[in-house]
């Protein structure tokens, strides 16, 4: 199964099916995990994502990424943030994960949200209190979201 995990911006619902994607930052790209079953990577995910507060990002500004410059907002790097990449990234790996693409993982993370169009962000300030797992649906362009991870309270 090919997985991707992210903070959702726009409300999602459980096991929800796009297409098209909402406004999201993508925290760790797509990824396959090894020889454990999906439910025991989803339990050691839920342990990780519960030992964080709500992760609060600030936005920042307006850039273009890659040979078709998408157009994109940039996060403001926290450490937080930093830590719950690369702590993610080690528990795919411990798992036989790996990257289908391993061009800016672990240690050139540039968290941004990619625009739709002319819309971005709507706000500066931005908390999330959950982290979505979401799986791509084989032979289709849908995505499925297949976990919601609750952040600890604050």
């Known amino acids: 199964m090919t997985l991707l995990a992210c903070l959702m911006l726009e409300r ?6 796009f297409s098209i994607w909402p406004l999201h930052l993508t925290i760790v790209p797509w990824f396959e995990i090894g020889g454990n079953s999906l439910s025991e990577f989803i339990t ?18 307006t850039a273009y990424f890659g040979p078709n ?29 790996r990257l289908l ?22 706000r500066k300030e931005i908390t999330c209190r959950q982290m979505q797992i979401v799986a791509k649906i084989a032979d289709s362009n849908e995505r499925q979201i297949v976990q919601k991870l609750n952040f600890a309270k604050a």
């Open 44 to 61: 050691q995910l839920e342990a990780l994502v519960a030992s964080f507060s709500p992760i609060r990002l600030a936005t920042g500004d």
């Open 101 to 122: 693409k391993d061009n800016h993982i672990p240690n050139d993370f540039q968290p941004h949200v990619t625009n739709r169009g002319a819309r971005g962000p709507s």
């Open 12 to 17: 999602v619902s459980p096991q929800q099916r």
């Open 69 to 97: 410059r998408v157009k994109v907002t940039l996060i403001v790097p926290s450490q937080e943030l930093s830590i719950l990449h690369k702590k993610l990234f080690s528990i795919i790996c411990e798992n036989g994960g």
